[in-house]
């Protein structure tokens, strides 16, 4: 693989990290902080705006996966996507424990 596989996989893990909070409020029909909130970011969102947002993730998720060539067979695009993916879940858990804090 090249090296810019490895970079597709790291954000694909990125990506599809980003999804799933954004996927679990939006389903539960609670409001969350997206892009498109007043102040970005800061703001919350409804639910429905959630849901969408979450199946952009995974969508551009996906795609960079698919688009990295990365398969099971593949360990080492694996462990990248993966570290990209806990790297982005250790960033939101900050984030989003400051927010409460708030």
Known sequence: ???????????????????????????CGDKFPTPFA???????????????WAAFNILIGYFLLRGGHVQSSNCCA???????????????SSTFTKKEKE
């Open 1 to 27: 693989m090249e090296w810019y596989n490895y970079i597709a996989a790291f954000f694909s893990g990125v990506f599809l990290a980003n999804a799933i909070p954004h996927l679990v409020y939006g389903i």
């Open 38 to 52: 007043k102040p970005p970011g800061k703001g919350l969102s409804p639910a429905p705006v959630n849901v969408l």
């Open 78 to 92: 694996l462990a990248v996507a993966f570290i990209g993916a806990v790297l982005m879940g250790v960033m939101m």
